[in-house]
């Protein structure tokens, strides 16, 4: 079945450094690949997607290029803040397998100091 | 406003005593799943429903019932609740009747079993 791997945590960096969370997929398909974030005592909610092979997602300075001879979705950031801090969750569904299943990762806390 | 909303947002109850947690979302949305989250294992899929009396089994759908007898509710049902079944539960929803588009999760309910 399809599965989800996640860059173990939790990952502690100080303000404006680079962030790489790092996320491999298995699938038999072309899933769609998302990157949700949880903000502490919230739901999640989408950070970013992408639904084919090369496309980049971006969204708030975060962006994870949809790299399918790697089957990789890495997240990046550039230079983090504070309000970063959060739990992310790679995951992917795949229309062509199961129109309706999602695969989450275990997802990746992240905390940022100043 | 736009939104998914749970209730209740907590939850203690006992071993056997039959629940119901609430799952309303306003946006007109076809897909609707059920998600338990707990440290380690991340966010597992318990059941989906892909439009109105169209539900499935996600990866851990044991000890739960759902119903889709209307577009906007998807409630999730604990006849016989076990002290296992103590987490913090999302319900989500999308605007296709599939997986493979932006989820929309709920603030959360988080349901302990004694």
């Known amino acids: 079945g399809d599965s989800v791997t996640q860059m173990e945590g939790p990952v502690t960096l100080s303000e404006e450094a680079f962030l790489t969370i790092n996320c491999t997929y298995t699938?038999?398909?072309?899933?769609?690949l998302f990157w949700y974030v949880q903000y502490p005592g919230e739901g999640l909610q989408l950070l970013l997607k992408?639904?084919?092979?090369?496309d980049k997602g971006s969204n708030k300075g975060f962006e994870a290029t949809y790299r399918k001879e790697t089957t990789s979705f890495h997240l990046e950031k550039g230079s983090v803040q504070v309000s970063d801090s959060a739990v992310y969750f790679c995951?992917?569904?795949?229309?062509?397998?199961?129109?309706?299943?999602?695969?989450f990762g275990d997802g990746t806390t992240l905390t940022v100091k100043p | 406003e736009a939104q998914v909303t749970q209730n209740p947002r907590y939850l203690i109850t006992v071993t056997g005593k039959k629940l119901t947690v609430t799952c309303s979302q306003n946006?007109?949305?076809?897909?609707m799943s059920w998600y338990r989250q707990d440290p380690g294992l991340g966010l597992r899929q318990i059941y989906y429903?892909?439009?109105?009396?169209?539900?499935d089994k996600g990866d851990v759908p044991e000890g739960y019932k759902v119903s889709r007898k209307e577009k906007r509710n998807f409630p999730l049902i604990l006849e016989s609740p076990s002290p296992n079944q103590t987490s913090l539960y999302f319900c989500?929803?999308?605007?296709?009747?599939?997986?493979?588009?932006?989820?929309?999760f709920g603030p959360g309910t988080r349901l302990t079993v004694l």
């Open positions: 989500a929803s999308s605007s296709p009747g599939t997986s493979t588009d932006t989820q929309y």
């Open positions: 699938a038999t398909g072309y899933p769609s």
């Open positions: 992408a639904t084919k092979a090369d």
């Open positions: 995951a992917l569904s795949d229309l062509e397998t199961n129109a309706g299943k999602s695969t």
């Open positions: 946006m007109n949305h076809e897909y």
């Open positions: 429903s892909m439009n109105v009396e169209v539900t």
